[in-house]
């Protein structure tokens, strides 16, 4: 039983084009989370979401839309794909407080 | 702004060594400190520290947090191979809903 999942694992793709990330967590929990991991293994926030509702925007280039369609899901688009957006982005879900948990990572690379 | 900051940055140490592992904070409205193994895909979850002096122990792994210097450690004993791993240090504030996390630690366990 996957408990936070994410898909694809692997993406490439050329500078310019448009892709979307899927998040899927049955954990019952009520806010998801986007994270940023750079070459340097540095894990940066990016959004998080409440019960569907946008609650964090990290200064992130408005090139990156999520979409929570309902409370297990948080998707990521990325318009205008761009080098520096090669990183592995990793969702996350907990209870609104409680331990945050990972999926497995989208590995994302832009050529 | 939340700042965490992990030392060493990387670590090798042979099969059977004891090591330390530390993580200094700084963070308004401090809530809670926590741990992560990081191997090929997701971070895992190790531990959550909210109280100062009180360890948290799970088989060879035990951490504690110091509220008034501002600091947790992470200790590892009988290491083993299968503990070489990035371990992640984060802060969470209140109210803040998302996590900070430090750059991380290499560990490499050699035979």
């Known amino acids: 039983d996957t408990a936070v999942s994410q898909t694809p694992k692997y993406l490439v793709t050329q500078m310019g084009n448009d892709k979307s990330i899927k998040c899927e967590q049955n954990?019952?929990?009520?806010?998801m989370y986007w994270y940023k991991q750079d070459s340097k293994k540095f894990l940066k926030i990016m959004f998080s979401?409440?019960?569907?509702?946008?609650?964090i925007n990290e200064t992130v280039p408005n090139r990156f839309s999520p979409k929570s369609p309902d409370k297990a899901h948080l998707n990521l688009h990325i318009n205008s794909l761009e080098l520096g957006d090669s990183a592995v982005y990793f969702c996350?879900?907990?209870?609104?407080?409680?331990?945050?948990?990972f999926g497995p990572g989208t590995r994302l690379l832009v050529l | 702004e939340d700042k965490v900051v992990q030392s060493p940055l990387s670590l090798v140490v042979h099969e059977g060594d004891t090591v330390t592992l530390n993580c200094s904070y700084e963070v308004t409205n401090f809530r809670s400190l926590l741990w992560y193994k990081q191997e090929k895909k997701a971070p895992t979850f190790l531990f959550m520290l909210t109280s100062s002096g009180i360890e948290k122990k799970s088989g060879r792994l035990s951490s504690i947090l110091d509220k008034k210097e501002l600091f947790s450690i992470l200790n590892i004993t009988a290491t083993q191979t299968g503990d070489s791993a990035i371990y992640l240090c984060a802060v969470e504030s209140e109210g803040a809903q998302k996590l900070v996390f430090g750059q991380g630690t290499r560990l490499t366990i050699n035979p």
């Open positions: 979401y409440n019960n569907k509702e946008l609650i």
């Open positions: 954990l019952g929990h009520d806010t």
């Open positions: 996350a879900s907990s209870l609104a407080g409680g331990t945050q948990y």
